[in-house]
């Protein structure tokens, strides 16, 4: 995790603790930009970090 972005991680120790989060969610919480949480996901998902898991009509991003 060392090169990833330090908004990246803040975001993976969120998920970490708190089992799954909202895109929206993370937005506020971080004060992200919708396009860098994104760019950041991206990363965190090809890292096979995190990923998306859909529970009814809402969609979480969750440890992979």
Do not use: M
């Not at 990833?4 to 004060?31: D, H, M, P, W």
């Not at 396009?35 to 009814?56: D, M, P, S, V, Y």
């Amino acid at each position: 995790l060392a090169w990833l972005c330090f908004a990246s991680v803040l975001n993976y120790q969120f998920i970490a603790e708190k089992g799954k989060a909202t895109r929206n969610e993370l937005i506020e919480r971080f004060n992200l930009p919708p396009t860098e949480l994104e760019n950041q996901f991206a990363i965190l998902r090809h890292c096979q970090l995190l990923k998306g898991k859909k529970e009814g009509d809402t969609v979480y991003i969750v440890l992979w």
